[in-house]
């Protein structure tokens, strides 16, 4: 089966296990259609039925017994996909752009190259911004740290890990407030 990424999951919302999720733009007219969607645990496909949707300070899925947000947890900062087969038939495949072209490392560990045993944070989500992505990392204190998404800054990549190395200037981190 072949499938189609949607958007993304991003973080808890509430005490009820909503999650909020960002959808592509070329899916927002849609996305009410899908009774189930996947998202990618471990690099497979997990089916979860759509219980309801909330439109709250963007979208949030309430998915069929995730009922905590500890529960929601594990769901958070990954693509969501649907089965290319039930894509609705007004939507081409050959015309589905891929969104921005950073959002894949949501979820993503990241590292500084100067110190690659530390992590700095996760990346819970990619925003456009003029004239270039920022991805927004969660620190383990709960602070935040806005980064330019810019390939020469991606020191090394690991997939399967899903960790994110970046040799960032100097300074950067500490620029925007938090350490």
């Known amino acids: ?20 999720v960002t959808i592509y733009d070329q899916f927002l007219a849609y996305y009410d259609l899908f009774p189930f969607v996947f998202i990618e645990m471990d690099g497979i496909p997990v089916p979860w039925q759509v219980e309801h949707i909330k439109e709250i300070a963007g979208l949030c899925f309430k998915f069929s017994n995730v009922n905590s947000p500890e529960e929601a ?4 900062g990954k693509p969501m996909l649907i089965a290319e087969e039930d894509l609705p ?3 081409e495949i050959t015309n589905i752009p891929t969104g921005l072209k950073y959002s894949h490392f949501v979820g993503y560990s990241v590292f500084l190259e100067s110190n ?5 944070g996760v990346i819970t989500d990619v925003q456009e911004y003029p004239n270039q992505e920022m991805a927004i990392i969660k620190n383990p204190d709960g602070g935040t740290h806005l980064v330019p998404m810019v390939d020469a800054y991606f020191h ?3 997939i399967d890990k899903r960790e994110l190395i970046l040799d960032l200037p100097e300074g950067l981190i500490e620029i925007d407030g938090n350490k």
Do not use: A, N, W
Not at 8 to 14: L, S
């Open 156 to 158: 090394k990549i690991t």
């Open 116 to 120: 690659p045993s530390q992590p700095i």
């Open 73 to 76: 947890q594990d769901l958070t």
């Open 89 to 91: 038939s007004q939507i």
């Open 1 to 20: 089966m072949k499938y189609i990424e949607i958007g993304h999951t991003k973080k808890t919302y509430g005490v009820g296990g909503d999650v909020r």
